[in-house]
């Protein structure tokens, strides 16, 4: 895709939706963190309805270390994996306890070293949290860079890398929320909504819908 049509493509999200955001509920990084590590393989609606009981009750390493892994279970046992998950969060609270004085630390190298955090974890709170230009590329993503032709790539890694050098500087905050709201809900995975697309003229996918 010609930069200029980049420009564009962004210009045309950003007008629609100045300030986007996750849909994740959260009120601290900590929160962040562990709704992002609960929301792999699940949806952003199953994690909020199990993070709006757990929260009022729980909402530090320190507290959810108390509850235990059995009691994390209890709220959150509507979730895929909760079993595997509960097991990493009791985990990472161990550590941000013991290395980090309960505070989520702030460099890429730290977060991924925490159980249940890998990449694009790591990526979702450096951007969403510290306001770091990072390109966390989930499925949503991933089909919209390759479609479009914005940044096509056989994984998810040569996206991200691809997104970072195309995308210009003025987007690259939001660009993330931009690109998995716009899959989401636009650009689904089964039948994209092309006819409602604001960058259909935009996008090199040779299967658009017309319906």
């Known amino acids: 895709m010609k930069r200029a049509d980049v420009v564009e493509l962004f210009t045309r999200l950003r007008e629609l939706n100045p300030h986007p955001t996750t849909e994740l ?19 952003d609606v199953g994690v909020n309805k199990a993070t709006r009981k757990l929260y009022p009750l729980a909402n530090t390493p320190q507290a959810i270390l108390a ?11 509507t979730i895929g994996l909760f079993n595997a998950k509960a097991k990493n969060v009791i985990a990472l609270c161990q550590i941000l306890v013991e290395q980090h004085e309960g505070e989520v630390p702030r460099t890429r190298e730290a977060l991924e070293a925490l159980p249940g955090v890998g990449r694009k974890t790591a990526n979702v709170v450096l951007n969403t949290a510290f306001g770091e230009p990072t390109m966390a590329v989930d499925t949503h993503i991933f089909r919209v860079s390759n479609r479009t032709g914005l940044a096509p790539g056989k994984d998810v890694r040569v996206v991200e890398d691809k997104l970072v050098k195309v995308i210009p500087a003025e987007f690259r ?26 960058i259909r003229d935009l996008c090199r996918y040779k299967d658009k819908t017309v319906t």
Request: hydrophobic share 40%.
């Open 173 to 198: 905050q939001d660009a993330h929320h931009w690109l998995i709201l716009h899959g989401r809900y636009v650009c689904k995975a089964r039948k994209p909504d092309c006819p409602h697309c604001v």
């Open 67 to 77: 509850l235990g892994e059995d009691g994390l279970k209890k709220y959150i046992n």
């Open 25 to 43: 509920e959260y009120d601290t990084p900590f929160e962040l963190l562990v709704a992002v590590v609960l929301s792999a393989q699940a949806t």
